[in-house]
T-cell receptor, first 112, second 111 residues
Framework: GENVEQHPSTLSVQEGDSAVIKCTYS??????FPWYKQELGKRPQLIID???NVGEKKDQRIAVTLNKTAKHFSLHITETQPEDSAVYFC???????????WGAGTKLIIKP | GAVVSQHPSWVICKSGTSVKIECRSL??????MFWYRQFPKQSLMLMAT?????????EQGVEKDKFLINHASLTLSTLTVTSAHPEDSSFYIC???????FGDGTRLSIL
């Protein structure tokens, strides 16, 4: 079955710098890749997603890139702000029921 | 996106108690809902897929007799943790739709 690996587990960046989180997946049939942000004690919130027919998607300071050949996708956050501090999860789906396979999460720390 | 309401948000109860958690889809007719469990500093673990009008599909290792799921309507799914014990203490969270939108979660603490 599908397996999603996420790196790094913790990422500390200076406020204003960029942050990049990477995920790899194993099943080439996966066709939908969402990214979620979870603040402590709160629900995961969808921040951006990408489908396999697109190589890149951008929404203001957040972007996601997908390399289907290498089976990896990345989250890019530019001009980081303190409110970006949270745990970020990537996920991939392999079937029409959209049962997500989750990465282990990345704790992003924005240093003032 | 879909708006999901989950109740209660926090439960503290004695060992042996059964606890029911409700997940409501407020603006989306959800034939499928997902129930997750999340331990501190860990990723979400899918427990089961709740199917409206039929039996839930449980993930390997999840006891269906302990975690009872009922999805009687397109807007409501319930998860009942039967005879809860301290090891069942966790953050339980439901989701609906695609892309998945989550309820606020239920923090369950068993004394």
């Amino acid at each position: 079955g599908e397996n999603v690996e996420q790196h790094p587990s913790t990422l500390s960046v200076q406020e204003g710098d960029s942050a990049v989180i990477k995920c790899t997946y194993s099943d080439s049939a996966s066709n939908y890749f969402p990214w979620y942000k979870q603040e402590l004690g709160k629900r995961p919130q969808l921040i951006i997603d990408i489908r396999s027919n697109v190589g890149e998607k951008k929404d203001q300071r957040i972007a996601v890139t997908l390399n289907k050949t290498a089976k990896h996708f990345s989250l890019h956050i530019t001009e980081t702000q303190p409110e970006d501090s949270a745990v970020y999860f990537c996920a991939a789906t392999v079937d029409s029921n959209y049962q997500l396979i989750w990465g282990a999460g990345t704790k992003l720390i924005i240093k003032p | 996106g879909a708006v999901v309401s989950q109740h209660p948000s926090w439960v503290i109860c004695k060992s042996g108690t059964s606890v029911k958690i409700e997940c409501r889809s407020l603006d989306f007719q959800a034939t499928t809902m997902f129930w997750y469990r999340q331990f501190p500093k860990q990723s979400l673990m899918l427990m089961a897929t709740s199917n409206e009008g039929s039996k839930a599909t449980y993930e390997q290792g999840v006891e269906k007799d302990k975690f009872l799921i009922n999805h009687a309507s397109l807007t409501l799914s319930t998860l009942t943790v039967t005879s809860a014990h301290p090891e069942d203490s966790s953050f339980y969270i439901c989701s609906v739709a695609q892309p998945q939108h989550f309820g606020d979660g239920t923090r369950l603490s068993i004394l």
